[in-house]
């Protein structure tokens, strides 16, 4: 049985804060800090800190884990090269762990596709991602982590927001005669949830530095 923790969380009446929320709340995991528009609440030391808000608060959330000095899992999408920056530098005070997506099942599309990409050269390849109305970045974070495979070829995203979508990704691959679809949908926010439970309890005991959900699933 996991080891009970007190957690901060930034962002924490959003969609994705919510559902974090109900989450570790069932696993008896205690809420001792949360940041959001309406302000702060601290009742505890929190042992670590989840960001699920905005980029647009980036700055101030930076601020907020250093005076906390826990470990930080960032679940904020649309983040700038430049803040990506700013978390590695951050990362050499805390443990910081970072992904634009924090599917178990998007990491084994990005292996899939990485495959495929070795093994189908020369085929055409398109990336489609389809998120909630809501959603202001586009094309999503996880679309990007999925260009960076091909690196070295121009590769089209084409992306829709409609709806309540929580998440649809698919990698097409086509040749003359045939092609390859690897898709993922995410069914509920949830997943995303469980991911970053997965992430706090890799990260909480965790030294220094700068980690993926790559990291967290590959050594769990």
């Not at 809420?31 to 800190?49: R, Y």
């Not at 700055?59 to 990506?84: C, D, F, M, Y």
């Not at 590695?88 to 178990?104: D, M, R």
Request: aromatic share 8%; proline share 2%.
């Amino acid at each position: 049985m996991n080891k009970i923790f007190n957690y901060g969380l930034i962002g924490y009446s959003g969609r994705l804060g919510s559902e974090v929320k109900n989450l570790f709340n069932e696993k008896g995991h205690q809420l001792v800090f949360t940041s959001d528009l309406d302000g702060e609440k601290e009742t505890g030391k929190a042992q670590v800190v989840i960001d699920c808000s905005l980029p647009e608060a980036f700055e101030n959330n930076v601020k907020i884990v250093k005076r906390l000095n826990a470990p930080l899992i960032i679940a904020v999408t649309g983040l700038s090269e430049n803040q990506i920056n700013t978390l590695k530098k951050l990362a050499g005070k805390v443990p910081v762990v970072q992904s634009f997506n924090f599917s178990i099942g998007i990491q084994i599309l990005l292996k899939l596709t990485e495959t495929a990409s070795k093994l189908l050269d020369g085929w055409d390849v398109e990336i489609t991602e389809t998120h909630h109305r809501m959603k202001k970045d586009k094309p999503s974070g996880t679309a990007k982590m999925i260009k960076e495979i091909f690196s070295d070829k121009n590769v089209n995203v084409s992306s829709r927001r409609v709806g309540g979508v929580p998440g649809d990704h698919s990698v097409i691959f086509g040749g003359m005669g045939e092609t390859l679809e690897i898709t993922h949908h995410a069914i509920s926010r949830r997943t995303f949830a469980e991911g970053i439970l997965k992430s706090a309890e890799f990260v909480i005991n965790k030294q220094n530095g700068f980690y993926s959900f790559k990291d967290v699933v590959l050594n769990n």
